[in-house]
Protein backbone atom coordinates (compact mmCIF):
# COMPACT_ATOMS: atom_id res chain seq x y z
CA UNK A 1 0.00 0.00 0.00
CA UNK A 2 1.09 3.82 -1.19
CA UNK A 3 1.72 6.16 1.45
CA UNK A 4 -0.62 8.82 2.31
CA UNK A 5 0.38 12.26 2.86
CA UNK A 6 -2.60 14.00 5.69
CA UNK A 7 -3.34 16.21 3.13
CA UNK A 8 -4.44 13.42 0.47
CA UNK A 9 -6.13 12.13 3.43
CA UNK A 10 -7.88 15.30 3.98
CA UNK A 11 -8.81 15.75 0.60
CA UNK A 12 -9.85 12.24 -0.09
CA UNK A 13 -11.98 12.24 2.96
CA UNK A 14 -13.73 15.92 1.85
CA UNK A 15 -14.52 14.55 -1.68
CA UNK A 16 -16.10 11.30 -0.17
CA UNK A 17 -18.06 13.42 1.97
CA UNK A 18 -19.51 15.46 -0.93
CA UNK A 19 -20.11 12.62 -3.43
CA UNK A 20 -21.94 10.44 -0.38
CA UNK A 21 -24.24 13.81 0.52
CA UNK A 22 -24.90 14.04 -3.14
CA UNK A 23 -26.45 10.98 -3.46
CA UNK A 24 -28.45 10.27 -0.42
CA UNK A 25 -31.52 12.50 -0.46
CA UNK A 26 -34.55 12.39 1.95
CA UNK A 27 -37.93 13.75 0.77
CA UNK A 28 -40.68 13.38 4.20
CA UNK A 29 -43.78 11.81 2.35
CA UNK A 30 -46.55 12.15 4.88
CA UNK A 31 -49.52 13.38 2.56
CA UNK A 32 -50.40 13.00 -1.18
CA UNK A 33 -49.38 16.83 -1.73
CA UNK A 34 -45.98 15.73 -0.80
CA UNK A 35 -46.12 13.12 -3.19
CA UNK A 36 -47.75 15.43 -5.97
CA UNK A 37 -44.90 18.43 -5.00
CA UNK A 38 -41.73 15.80 -5.29
CA UNK A 39 -43.32 13.55 -8.60
CA UNK A 40 -43.21 10.42 -6.68
CA UNK A 41 -45.66 8.01 -7.96
CA UNK A 42 -46.68 4.96 -5.32
CA UNK A 43 -46.47 1.33 -6.46
CA UNK A 44 -49.49 -0.05 -4.57
CA UNK A 45 -49.00 -3.93 -3.53
CA UNK A 46 -52.20 -6.13 -2.71
CA UNK A 47 -50.47 -8.26 -0.03
CA UNK A 48 -53.29 -10.92 -0.91
CA UNK A 49 -53.03 -11.49 -4.31
CA UNK A 50 -49.50 -9.72 -5.32
CA UNK A 51 -51.33 -7.46 -8.26
CA UNK A 52 -49.77 -3.67 -8.43
CA UNK A 53 -50.81 -0.60 -9.63
CA UNK A 54 -48.52 2.55 -9.76
CA UNK A 55 -50.68 5.55 -8.40
CA UNK A 56 -49.31 9.36 -9.63
CA UNK A 57 -49.04 11.62 -6.71
CA UNK A 58 -50.97 14.59 -8.36
CA UNK A 59 -53.81 11.68 -9.70
CA UNK A 60 -53.69 10.72 -5.88
CA UNK A 61 -54.15 13.61 -4.51
CA UNK A 62 -57.07 15.15 -7.34
CA UNK A 63 -58.93 11.87 -6.11
CA UNK A 64 -58.93 12.64 -2.32
CA UNK A 65 -59.88 16.24 -2.76
CA UNK A 66 -62.61 15.12 -5.02
CA UNK A 67 -63.65 12.91 -2.66
CA UNK A 68 -63.12 14.76 0.69
CA UNK A 69 -60.71 12.32 1.57
CA UNK A 70 -57.73 13.19 4.13
CA UNK A 71 -54.65 12.99 2.55
CA UNK A 72 -52.45 11.71 5.03
CA UNK A 73 -51.26 8.05 3.20
CA UNK A 74 -52.05 5.79 6.28
CA UNK A 75 -55.66 7.57 5.70
CA UNK A 76 -55.48 6.77 2.15
CA UNK A 77 -54.07 3.12 2.53
CA UNK A 78 -57.17 1.99 4.87
CA UNK A 79 -59.66 3.19 1.41
CA UNK A 80 -57.71 1.59 -1.20
CA UNK A 81 -58.43 -1.83 -2.58
CA UNK A 82 -57.19 -4.28 -5.03
CA UNK A 83 -58.64 -4.01 -8.30
CA UNK A 84 -58.42 -7.55 -8.68
CA UNK A 85 -59.72 -9.75 -5.77
CA UNK A 86 -61.19 -6.70 -3.43
CA UNK A 87 -59.19 -6.86 -0.65
CA UNK A 88 -58.37 -3.76 1.34
CA UNK A 89 -55.08 -5.18 2.39
CA UNK A 90 -52.60 -3.05 0.58
CA UNK A 91 -49.29 -1.77 0.87
CA UNK A 92 -47.80 1.34 -0.52
CA UNK A 93 -44.55 1.99 -1.63
CA UNK A 94 -42.42 4.96 -3.34
CA UNK A 95 -42.32 3.75 -6.98
CA UNK A 96 -39.12 1.54 -7.87
CA UNK A 97 -38.35 0.56 -3.95
CA UNK A 98 -38.53 -3.11 -3.18
CA UNK A 99 -39.39 -5.13 0.27
Do not use: N
Amino acid sequence: MYPMTAPLLCQLAESFRIRSHEQVSTKRLHTTGDLSRHGIPLTVRCTGCGHEAELRGMALDQLCKARDWDRDLHSVRRRLKCGRCGSRKVEMLPHGEQR
